[in-house]
């Protein structure tokens, strides 16, 4: 596997980019010609595919969502880290490198990842998150390498979907047991905690509560591996209600190796109780256990006003060192969690009480009795999300709870301060404590992965794990063009497509342009600096990518309405004019100068459900919008109840055409519209499954305005599929991105092909083709994003393929050259070679004299018959005598420096972070 350098998420040299380029466009050449006659064979289109190169385009900087971590027991500069939908890496040297080890397994959505203590190199990952989240997604199992992790085996448990532990015996690597959840969407049996005694061969189902409850969290005890406990959690998911508690969580042990279970009761809570967590300590006096439990039970009148009782409350929290508010819940939490509050859009009767929250239970005589250390709440907000507590292998009153904060007490959990990682992203998931130094930390989270050498005082971000979720993506028409896209809780992000350093595309390469989640980031092709951004929940905005000015846009719900937004609500610009906006809630809205004014362009296109909307996650909501490129006014939309809605006279009359699509069930989601651009009434459906626990592949294509679909899945694997996108260029050439990855057809659907191009098994999100270059970009939810040049894809049809056909070639990726005082070889301080800086007349004299000579040096270069000159391409000739001519060119004129200025940011600290990826 190659390997990701610090600081970027590739950087392959410039030799390399440009002979891998061309010996692609030769052998892909070949193949196409050689085997035409033969497409329609099984395999062959992805054969002929796997030569398309897919360009890796990051980013690092900002990381994603990490889950788990496991650290060799004797080498801790050597462990592994798992990400939620992004796979799994592995690091000898600390972090300086990474490299990925579980790319083409099943599902690259992980649960949790473990090492055999007396067989280190025997890896075990569990896939499918554990965190419960809307995009958690499911796995296919267990998954064993006894090599560490060069190669894998799939050890069944495929239908537990969703994995919470993995722990394997300390002494005897063929026992492990496995907690698992279950389905998130459903109930089924494969739930609760296995057991294998023969290395993965077979499995014991060893606990089982009930269709609806599953196990989240395992630890045997530290001095008799015998002895297990097991937290059950009882949860379930709905695309409109997270039901995230229930009578059956509670805690579960064995004390004959999982043959025999009871529930332990006494001190411990009952009734509606979510997710908990567990960890045990041994030490001279014993062993202790403490557990998480967010409790969800409504708490008791709390006291008001002024009085004793008040006094008392405050007395209590300063004496528990409680100086500060107590944190404000995830908003996304008051939005989900019943017991946490009614998010705006709710049609609720009344508030529900408060819950009882986040409780910490300490057990000193292996579980028989519990008691609560803390006061107040610690943990959760919302618990579904969290739920892991750790003890300082050094110190068993030193605790850590991992919420959006991370939570430590140096009391044995009698009093806490949410400062354990005060100056990192937030949103906890994993936590590893040197057994050997507690200062030396790792930390997971919605940010990606953290070290810390003093106990959590100061963190570094280990920046080079390209492991960022992309909701959707967009392109400009700039040359060299810019992606851009929204990403789970780290925001929206701006980055080069082609590197301006030979280095390659780097993290210095992406500029944040929006914060919250992000997802559909829009641009005018009018104008690269205009940028439509949507957080959560329908918060929209326009936003000057060359100033950083932002203004809110969001539509206004007249007084005694409110609008419906979906979690990730979709915009699009009209193709016929770049001004036009469109806007997706319940109902959907026009603008016609860029936002500052809506227009109600619908009545309510979903079903308005009343059951559903009664749930605690905002539904009934539109969740696609296209306008066709051959026809104005004429608007699919979809929503995530299953309506497919067209208006073919700008919004005047709308008809419901969702009963004309055959064979998928009512309400279900519906993930993407795609007008044609080639033939008027064509358009193409995607629709996922995914929240109704259907994974069938369901693609539809329509052509008469939506009279009739036909299914065009034909032999797709099953997963969701998120989109379907028809080329601007062939009609004939398609695209799906799924759960599983990127497919295609050349024949509208009849034979579609997987095209890896070396892309990892990751879900994908959102496609875009880029017109002017023929690159497809690539967003995953988990790895970032790719670009491919499919420029020969767009020259073969099913009408062609029987004959010769011929192909467009790959498009060269030319380097640029450094330019630099130092030897080739030499990068210096190069990525800060763009900052401003002030020099002296002496310096300045000198950087002319030296300008002189390079210029001097490149046309003797130019000049010569060197066998190294004569090798280069045109276009680096080119390139190589453009700058020799910018190297020598005097100083632009005043009036040009003032034309350029009007695209630069204005100054300080915003110019200089816009000035890495926007071209002056």
């Given at each position: ?5 610090a ?10 980019r440009?002979?891998?380029a ?13 085997a ?14 796997s030569?398309?190169p ?9 990381g994603?969502?990490v ?15 798992a990400?939620?939908?992004?796979g799994?890496?592995?690091t ?9 080890i ?5 599902s690259?959505?992980?649960g ?15 896939t ?12 296919d199992?267990?998954?064993?390498s006894?090599?560490g ?29 496995v907690?698992?959840?279950g ?12 057991k294998t ?6 499995w ?65 809570p ?12 041994a ?23 002024d ?7 405050a007395?209590?929290?300063?004496a528990?060192g409680?100086?500060e ?36 239970y300490?057990?000193?005589d292996?579980?028989e ?11 959760g ?8 507590i ?11 709870v ?7 007490s ?9 400062d354990?990682a005060?100056s990192?992203h ?9 057994p050997k ?10 940010g990606?992965?953290?070290v810390s050498?003093d ?11 390209p492991?960022a979720?992309y909701y ?23 980055g ?14 992406w ?11 829009v641009v005018?092709?009018w104008?690269p600096n ?10 929209l905005s ?5 100033t ?9 719900a007249?007084?005694?309405e ?22 997706g ?5 026009r ?56 208006t ?28 044609s ?12 499954g ?13 052509e008469d ?19 379907v ?41 959102d496609?875009?083709v ?14 970032g994003m ?6 020969p894809?767009?020259?073969l049809s099913?009408?062609t393929r ?9 498009r ?17 301080d190069l990525p800060y ?18 300008t ?23 276009a680096?000739?080119?390139?190589c005598?453009?700058?020799c001519s910018?190297?020598?060119?005097p100083?632009?004129?005043?009036k040009?420096k ?13 110019r ?7 071209p002056?």
């Amino acid at each position: 596997m190659p390997e990701l350098r610090a600081a970027t998420a590739s950087r392959p040299d410039a030799p390399s980019r440009r002979a891998l380029a061309a010996a692609a466009k030769l052998a892909l050449l070949g193949a196409f010609l050689g085997a035409a006659p033969a497409l329609a064979q099984e395999g062959e289109l992805e054969r002929l595919a796997s030569r398309l190169p897919a360009r890796e385009l990051g980013p690092a900087v900002h990381g994603g969502r990490v889950v788990d971590l496991a650290v060799h027991p004797t080498d801790a500069s050597h462990f592994y880290v798992a990400s939620a939908s992004g796979g799994v890496f592995e690091t000898v040297n600390a972090g300086t490198t990474f490299t990925p080890i579980f790319d083409h397994a099943g599902s690259l959505s992980i649960g949790d990842i473990a090492l055999a203590p007396s067989k280190p190199e025997q890896l075990w990952v569990g896939t499918g998150e554990s965190n419960n989240q809307r995009s958690s997604y499911w796995g296919d199992g267990v998954y064993k390498s006894e090599d560490g992790g060069r190669t894998w085996r799939n050890t069944g448990l495929r239908e537990t979907q969703h994995i919470g532990r993995i722990v394997v015996h300390p002494k005897d690597p063929q026992v492990v047991y496995v907690a698992a959840l279950g389905r998130l969407y459903g109930f089924n049996r494969q739930r609760g905690v296995f057991k294998t005694t023969d290395g993965g061969a077979t499995w014991q189902h060893v606990l089982f509560v009930s269709e609806k409850v599953g196990v989240v969290d395992l630890v045997l005890d530290p001095r008799d591996p015998e002895t297990i406990y097991a937290a059950a959690y009882e949860r379930l998911r709905k695309a409109w209600h997270l039901d995230g508690a229930g009578p059956g969580s509670g805690i579960y042990k064995s004390s004959d190796g999982a043959r025999s279970w009871r529930r332990l009761m006494n001190g411990l809570p009952e009734g509606e109780i979510g997710r908990i967590g567990l960890d045990a300590h041994a030490s001279e006096k014993g062993v202790v256990l403490f557990a998480t439990v967010e409790n969800l039970n409504p708490r008791a009148q709390e006291p008001e006003g002024d009085g004793p009782d008040a006094a008392a409350a405050a007395v209590e929290g300063a004496a528990d060192g409680e100086t500060e508010a107590e944190p404000a819940l995830d908003p996304d939490a008051l939005k989900e969690d019943p017991a946490l509050g009614a998010w705006p859009g709710a049609r609720q009767e009344a508030a529900p009480q408060r819950p009882l929250g986040g409780e910490i239970y300490r057990s000193d005589d292996g579980g028989e009795t519990w008691t609560r250390t803390n006061t107040r709440s610690v943990g959760g907000s919302p618990g579904y999300y969290y739920g892991q507590i750790r003890i300082d292998p050094s110190n068993p009153d030193r605790l850590y709870v991992l919420s959006v904060p991370v939570h430590v007490s140096e009391d044995g959990g009698k009093t806490w301060k949410a400062d354990g990682a005060s100056s990192v992203h937030v949103d906890h998931h994993a936590l590893w404590i040197d057994p050997k130094d507690s200062r030396h930390l790792l930390l997971g989270n919605d940010g990606g992965l953290y070290v810390s050498r003093d106990r959590g005082k100061r963190w570094e971000h280990l920046d080079n794990l390209p492991i960022a979720q992309y909701y959707a993506i967009g392109v400009d028409q700039r040359e060299p063009y810019h992606v851009y896209g929204g990403t789970q809780d780290n925001g929206s992000w701006m980055g080069r497509t082609e590197p301006w350093r030979a280095v390659g595309v780097t993290n210095t390469d992406w500029v944040a342009i929006n914060g919250g989640d992000g997802f559909y980031t829009v641009v005018d092709p009018w104008n690269p600096n205009t940028v439509y951004t949507e957080s959560q929940f329908g918060a929209l905005s326009r936003i000057d990518v060359a100033t950083g000015e932002r203004k809110g846009i969001t539509p206004r719900a007249p007084k005694g309405e409110t609008y419906r937004f979906n979690w990730n609500s979709p915009i699009a610009l009209s193709p016929h004019n770049a001004r036009i906006v469109y806007f997706g809630g319940n109902k959907l809205f026009r603008s016609l100068n860029r936002g500052d004014e809506w227009q109600v362009i619908s009545p309510d296109l979903t079903s308005a459900d009343a059951q559903k909307l009664q749930g605690n996650v905002p539904h009934c909501t539109i969740t696609t919008i296209a306008e066709s490129p051959l026809t104005p006014g004429e608007i699919w939309v979809g929503t995530d109840d299953g309506k497919v809605q067209l208006t073919r006279d700008g919004g005047q009359s709308w008809s419901d055409v969702r009963a004309q699509i055959p064979n998928v069930p009512t309400g279900t989601w519906v993930s993407r519209v795609w007008p044609s651009s080639h033939v008027r009434g064509r358009a193409y459906v995607s629709i996922t499954g995914y929240r109704d626990d259907d994974f069938r592949p369901f693609v539809f294509r329509t052509e008469d305005y939506g009279q009739s679909f036909e299914p065009i899945a034909s032999n797709l694997p099953s997963g969701a599929i998120n989109i379907v996108l028809e080329d601007a260029k062939n009609p004939d050439l398609l695209f799906v991105g799924a759960e599983y990855g990127l497919a295609f057809t050349i024949d509208r659907g009849e034979r579609w092909g997987l095209l890896r191009a070396g892309l990892p098994n990751v879900a994908i999100y959102d496609l875009v083709v880029q017109p002017k270059v023929g690159d497809l970009v690539v967003g995953t939810h988990g790895r970032g994003m790719y670009a491919i040049d499919i420029s020969p894809l767009q020259g073969l049809s099913f009408a062609t393929r029987g004959a010769g056909v011929a192909l467009s070639d790959l498009r060269t990726l030319v380097m640029p050259r450094r330019l630099s005082n130092m030897q080739d070889g030499f990068d210096g301080d190069l990525p800060y070679a763009r900052r401003r800086r002030r020099r002296s007349s002496r310096s300045a004299a000198r950087s002319r004299a030296t300008t002189t000579a390079r210029s001097s040096r490149c046309s003797t270069r130019k000049a010569s018959s060197s066998r190294r000159w004569r090798r280069r391409s045109a276009a680096a000739r080119t390139s190589c005598a453009g700058i020799c001519s910018a190297i020598a060119r005097p100083a632009r004129p005043r009036k040009a420096k003032r034309r350029r200025a009007r695209d630069e940011p204005a100054s300080g600290a915003t110019r200089s972070a816009f000035a890495r990826a926007t071209p002056s």
